[in-house]
C-alpha cells in the first residue's frame, strides 16, 4: 500500500492502546470494538458536495486525519487494510444487501467486509454497517450459531455457499409516540441484512468502482435519499438522518431497546454533529430525508 499510512495514527484514531504484535483473536474483538465506538457510519459526503473515492491514501486522510467517518466501501476497505498491515490472514467478501422493500436482495454487491483467519478459524468483521444492525465484535463463521451481541442476536447461516446474515432484535420502546408515523424504526424481530458467498475479491478498489459512484449519484439509491450519521456507543447508539436525531439505549434486561428521537433544526446541525459524533465538516451539509425503507 502506497501513501503515508501508518498503525499507530490508527490506533490513535479509534482509542487502542493496546500491544498489536500478536494477530490472535482477542486483539481483532477489542479493535473492531474501538472502531465502532470512535468511527461514524456515515455518508455525508455525499450531501456536502463531496466526493467518495475508493482511494485507501484519500480514506486514510478523511478517516483518520480529519476525523470523519464513511461507509463500508471506506471504512471496511480501511480496516482491511489495517488487518493485513498487523499480519492477520484476512481477505474481502463482496455482500448483496437485504431490502425489506421488495423483500429480496439488491442486484448488486453494494457492501463488503473483511473474513479473517486465525487458528484454522473463520471470522466476519464489519465495522461499517450502522445503527442497530453494527456488531460490535466479529461473528464467527459458523452456520446457525446464535451469537448474541449488544445490538442483538446475529446469525450466519450457510444457505448452500450463499452465507446470510440475519439478526433477531428485541421490541422498540418510543419515548416520543409521534415518530411512529416515520416509520424510521425497525419492528421486524428478526430480519435479514445481507448475502455473500466465500470468493474473495482480489481487487476491492476495481470491483466496487462503479458501485461506489451509483451509490452516491443515482436518485433512486437511500444513500442519495438519506443523509445518515450513527455512532456506536456504549449503551447503544446515536444517529442523525435528515433533521432527526436518535439516541437509542439498549436494555436487554428487559427485553426492550429505547429510542428517544427529536427533530432539529439547521441551525442545530452542525452543533449536533460535533458534540454527539465529533465530526466537523469543511463544507456545508444539506440534510436530506426522503422516504426511502431504512430504519434504524
Not at 466526493?51 to 480529519?66: A, H, P, Q, S
Not at 498487523?86 to 431490502?99: K, P, S, W
Request: proline share 4%; aromatic share 10%.
Amino acid at each position: 500500500m502506497k501513501g503515508k499510512m501508518n498503525l499507530d495514527e490508527y490506533f490513535k484514531r479509534i482509542g487502542f492502546h493496546g500491544s498489536y504484535s500478536k494477530p490472535d483473536l482477542a486483539t481483532l474483538k477489542l479493535i473492531h470494538k474501538q472502531h465502532v465506538m470512535s468511527v461514524p457510519f456515515e455518508n455525508l459526503s455525499v450531501h456536502c458536495g463531496e466526493k467518495i473515492t475508493m482511494d485507501l491514501e484519500m480514506i486514510f486522510n478523511k478517516v483518520v486525519r480529519n476525523n470523519r467517518g464513511g461507509w463500508c466501501m471506506e471504512i471496511n476497505l480501511l480496516l482491511g487494510w489495517v488487518l493485513r498491515e498487523m499480519g492477520y490472514d484476512t481477505v474481502t467478501l463482496a455482500c448483496r444487501v437485504f431490502r425489506t422493500s421488495v423483500n429480496d436482495y439488491g442486484p448488486k454487491d453494494t457492501h463488503l467486509v473483511s473474513k479473517v483467519v486465525i487458528d484454522g478459524k473463520s471470522y466476519i468483521a464489519d465495522v461499517s454497517y450502522g445503527v442497530s444492525s453494527q456488531v460490535w465484535e466479529p461473528l464467527e463463521l459458523v452456520s446457525g450459531k446464535d451469537q448474541p451481541q449488544a445490538a442483538g442476536i446475529f446469525r450466519l447461516i450457510d444457505q448452500g455457499g450463499l452465507w446470510v446474515l440475519e439478526k433477531t432484535s428485541r421490541k422498540p420502546k418510543l419515548v416520543n409516540p409521534e415518530f411512529n408515523k416515520l416509520n424510521l424504526v425497525n419492528r421486524d424481530e428478526t430480519k435479514q441484512l445481507y448475502r455473500f458467498t466465500l470468493t474473495p475479491v482480489e481487487d476491492a478498489v476495481a470491483y466496487f468502482s462503479d458501485t461506489c459512484h451509483i451509490l452516491q449519484t443515482s436518485p433512486d439509491v437511500m444513500f442519495t435519499n438519506k443523509s445518515i450519521c450513527s455512532l456506536q456507543m456504549p449503551t447503544g447508539f446515536r444517529a442523525l438522518f435528515g433533521w432527526t436525531y436518535s439516541e437509542v439505549t439498549y436494555k436487554p434486561e428487559e427485553g426492550i431497546d429505547v429510542f428517544d428521537m427529536r427533530n432539529i433544526s439547521d441551525d442545530e446541525i452542525d452543533h449536533i454533529l460535533m458534540e454527539k459524533f465529533n465530526i466537523k465538516l469543511q463544507n456545508k451539509l444539506r440534510p436530506v430525508n426522503n422516504t426511502i425503507c431504512y430504519t434504524l
